[in-house]
Structure formats: C-alpha cells, structure tokens
C-alpha cells in the first residue's frame, strides 16, 4: 500500500494565467471531473489517480466537513441568517485528506477525511449531512474560504516539497473545471440516469453498514435530485458541464470501463502533448 498524505496547508503557489501551453509544460497533469451526485466521480477519481500514480483531491469531503461543523456546533444550516457563521467556520477549520492507494490496480483506494484532525469519514457521509450540504455550498464566502483551501491542497500536491512531486492531479466536484482548475488539460462531465444513481448510493449506503431509517429507492433519488437542482441553480459557481468537458455517462458502464475510458485519454493527450512540444524544439 502507498500512502499519500495531503493536508491543507498555507502556499502560495498558483497557477499562472499565461496561454495553456505553457502551463502544461510547467505542472503536473490535471484532470478535472465534474458531475450531478453520485454519477461516480470520487470512485472513479479515485481509481484513474491509482492507475496513472497522480494525487487525487475529492473537493465534496470539504463542504460536507464545513456542514458537519456547523451541524455540530447547533447551526441550522438552512437558516440563511447563520451563514456568516458557517463562513466562519470554512475558514477557520482545519480539513485533510489521506488517501490510501493499492498496489493492485483493481482494488478501490480509500480516502479519510480529518475535520479538525478527527477522522471524520464516515460521519460526514450521513444522511443529515447530505440533506444540509447542498446549503452550505450555496454560501459565496463558504465557497471562497473552500477554494482556498483546495487550491491551497492541490499546490502542496503539486510542488516539489508536497507531496512527492506526483505526475499529476484528479479532482472531483462541481466546479472543478469551471472554477478550481479552467484549465485542466481533461476535463470530464460525469452523468447517470438518476434511478441507477439512487440504486447504486443505497447500495454504497447498505454496504458501509448505514444504520438510517426509511431509507428506499424513492427517497434517496428524490434527495439526489433535489441536491442537483440546488447545485445547478445556485448562483455562486453552479454544477454545469465546462464548455471544453467530455460528457461520459455512466448508466450501462462498468466502473473498470469509465475508468478505462479516462485513463486512456490521458494518456491519448500527453501523447499528442509530447510530440507537439518536442516538434516545436
Ligand atoms: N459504472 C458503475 N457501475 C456500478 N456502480 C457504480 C458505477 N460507477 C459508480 N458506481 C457506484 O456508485 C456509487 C456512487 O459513486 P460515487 O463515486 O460515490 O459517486 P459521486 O462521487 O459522483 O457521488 C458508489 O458506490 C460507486 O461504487
Ligand atoms: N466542488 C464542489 C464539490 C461539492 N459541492 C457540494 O457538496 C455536496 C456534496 O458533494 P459530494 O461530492 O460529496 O456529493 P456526492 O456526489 O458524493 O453525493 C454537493 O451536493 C455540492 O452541493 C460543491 O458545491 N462543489
């Protein structure tokens, strides 16, 4: 087992906003993947970053630990005149990510997620969490103080002294490749029919042991669907389909075939990035 430990920390690296040919030259390759709840980002982000070695940040773990603090500390999260709390607590938490890759390529890699260096991983997957975050995320300042710190994240894993200067970077989301990385050089928009999506998060649901009530089909879809409506139509960087994404659906795939697909992709454009920058010397 590899283990690559992330933590959110201050640096100031950026990325540049000079033309993408050169950044491409300069920094790891990013891959940004976008999509409605549970089209099968984190497992797919997850399994392209073990197959190609790179890091992977899942930038959902960050607005669920910000809607578990709040929850926490008694905030109603749907109470709008909380929301200079809550933007509060976005910036002052302190949210880490460890992800365990496997040697074997067909095994899932894990991921822990530290609020406040408490492993908090399973309790942010609850459903009260789930009902609330779509809230949270809706918060302008919530989003700023997030965006900080996942770029804060991606820089450490990128540079040479963070995280061991890895080939390159996966990251899932909403707005991964509209706001977090414009200019990732792949960026895919995950869909999936919502009944197949709700089927297969009760399933996730009833595996890890998930002891909540009243929980059926219908009821999970219903939630999906309304945490996609909020995302989509919120104002501060809403859930859409970058211009330059590749949509893939993932309704009759099978995790190894979307994983495959993107992985080969990858590899398709650092081929094509290779030969145009050493036809260039
Ligand atoms: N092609 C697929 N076939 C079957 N199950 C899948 C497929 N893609 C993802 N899943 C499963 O669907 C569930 C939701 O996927 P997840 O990666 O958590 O989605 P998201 O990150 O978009 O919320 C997980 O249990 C995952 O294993
Ligand atoms: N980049 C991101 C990631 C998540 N989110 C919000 O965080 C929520 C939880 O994200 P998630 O990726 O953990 O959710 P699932 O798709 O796993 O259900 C989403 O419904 C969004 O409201 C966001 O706004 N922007």
Redesign the pocket.
Known sequence: MASRNIATRLITRTFSSSPKVTQKATRPFQVAI??????G??TTAKMVAQRLGFDYI???????CVTLAALSKGIDPSNQSQASQISNLAQSSHIGLKTVFSTSPSSLPTTRVFLDKKDVSSE??TGTV?KH??A???IGPV?EA?LQK?RDMGATSASQEGNSGRAGLVM?????GT??LPNADLKIFLVADSRVRAER?LQELAKSGSKEEGLDVETVQKD?ER??E??RT?KA?P?RKADDAVELDTSHLTIEGQVDAIVQEVHRRQKAASSSSSSSQ
């Open positions: 976008d999509g409605p709840a549970a089209s980002k984190s899942d930038t959902g773990a960050f607005y669920r942010i997957r789930s975050v779509s949270v995320a809706a989003r997030v996942v899932d989301g909403r707005d991964i706001v977090v998060r999906l945490r996609d909020l995302d919120r960087s859930l």
